[in-house]
Each structure stands twice: as structure tokens, then as C-alpha cells.
């Protein structure tokens, strides 16, 4: 089965960092992905992890560890935009294909 | 554009009525999926297509229809509609590899539908 564990909400302060945990179960490993909300918006999708490590990208990181089942997205810089529901997600491998698992998101709001 | 477009934006009906959504994508990619978003923000598939052919089905009431006429479209229609199918409907689509669902998912803009 899949479970995906994130923070409900979380608040920051323009300009700072803020680090969103998720942690999951899975029976297989297939990779991890980020997604950003924007309230009334699409999901967008920010990072893929499927190693060990960080991965960066611009003001964005993203962390792994498969051996703790723990992935973290780093936000540096925080800008008033970036106040959003940030969403984990897992592949599930059932029936032959691949859908994808979302946590049920981390509402971030930035505050001057 | 490229991109992945549903319609309509927003769908206000009665109970009981039948409604339809339709998605379209010109990325090019063989898979499509609907997902629903209620209420409490929590995103969940209802169902995938790979070259028209349906690959996964949540369970999801059988009012709920999805048609694939080709693999640039996936469209969904609902009948019967409940108070409870009231929620955001996203449409998305990728290209699934041998290796699994490694490319991210696109997605539409979505269909925000109120039963009442």
C-alpha cells in the first residue's frame, strides 16, 4: 500500500528558508515527486527525485532518502508568491501501470 | 499553446442532472488521467488511459464514465449527479517509460463542479 505523511500548514516570513517534510510507505520505490498549488490553480511540478541527496534548483531543493522513506522540499528566499499548497506524491505500481499517490499537502503561507 | 485544456471552467447543476467534461492535450503524451480534488484539498485519481485503452480504475461509482476517443482526449461523464460529486475535476496527462511513471504529470486548469 502507500501512505504519505506531510504537515498540514506551515507559516514563514518573507525572505527566509522553509524546509516541508513528507514521508511515505510504499511497497515498491519508483521515485518522489513536488508539486506547487496555487489556491484555484493546477498543480505545477517542481522536482523529481529518485536518488539518494539534494537535488537543487534555483531558490527550490529538493531532498531524499529511500532508506528512511523521508523527502524534504527546501524553499530559500521566500517571496509572497510563493504562498501555495506544496504536494508530495509516490508512484504506486498496481495492475501492470504506474499512477501517481499524492499526500495531502502542506498549505504554505508567506508573510511579510 | 502547448498544454492541457478542459472544459467548462466552472459547472453549476442539479442533482440528478448528467453532465459531461472534456480534456484535451497536445503534448503528445500516450497517457491520460482524471483525478478529483474535494473539498479538503486531497488530490485523487479516478482513472488513467494509455493510447485509449483504460489502464486504471479506481473505485469509483459507476455514474462516473470516462471516454478516450483518441489518445489526445479523455473526456468524463457523470450522470445521476450527487451532492457529493461536488469538487474540483482535474484532467492530466505524461509519458509513461518502461520504467514507470517517471515524467511528470501536466495538468488542466480543472472543472470546479457544484451539485445543489
Known amino acids: 500500500g502507500q501512505n504519505i505523511d506531510q504537515p498540514t500548514e506551515m507559516t514563514a516570513t518573507e525572505g527566509a528558508i522553509v524546509q516541508i517534510n513528507c514521508t511515505y510507505q510504499t511497497s515498491g520505490f519508483n521515485g518522489l515527486f513536488w508539486y506547487q498549488q496555487h489556491a484555484g490553480e493546477a498543480p505545477t511540478f517542481l522536482s523529481y527525485?529518485?536518488?539518494?541527496g539534494l537535488e537543487e534548483k534555483g531558490r527550490f531543493s529538493s531532498f531524499l532518502s529511500r532508506s528512511k522513506g523521508y523527502s524534504y522540499l527546501l524553499l530559500k528566499e521566500l517571496q509572497m508568491k510563493d504562498s501555495a499548497s506544496y504536494l508530495c506524491a509516490v508512484p504506486m505500481f498496481s495492475g501492470g501501470y504506474n499512477k501517481l499517490i499524492f499526500g495531502a499537502g502542506t498549505r504554505l503561507a508567506v508573510h511579510p | 499553446d502547448t498544454a492541457v485544456s478542459q472544459t467548462p471552467k466552472y459547472l453549476v447543476t442539479q442533482m440528478g442532472n448528467d453532465k459531461s467534461i472534456k480534456c484535451e492535450q497536445n503534448?503528445?503524451?500516450?497517457?491520460m488521467y482524471w483525478y478529483k480534488q474535494d473539498s479538503k484539498k486531497f488530490l485523487k485519481i479516478m482513472f488513467s488511459y494509455n493510447n485509449k485503452e483504460l489502464i486504471i480504475n479506481e473505485t469509483v461509482p459507476n455514474r462516473f464514465s470516462p471516454k478516450s476517443p483518441d489518445k489526445a482526449h479523455l473526456n468524463l461523464h457523470i450522470n445521476s449527479l450527487e451532492l457529493g460529486d461536488s469538487a474540483v475535476y482535474f484532467c492530466a496527462s505524461s509519458q509513461l517509460s518502461p520504467a514507470g511513471l517517471n515524467s511528470p504529470l501536466h495538468f488542466g486548469n480543472g472543472t470546479r463542479l457544484t451539485v445543489t
Open positions: 527525485n529518485v536518488l539518494d
Open positions: 503534448l503528445g503524451h500516450d497517457t
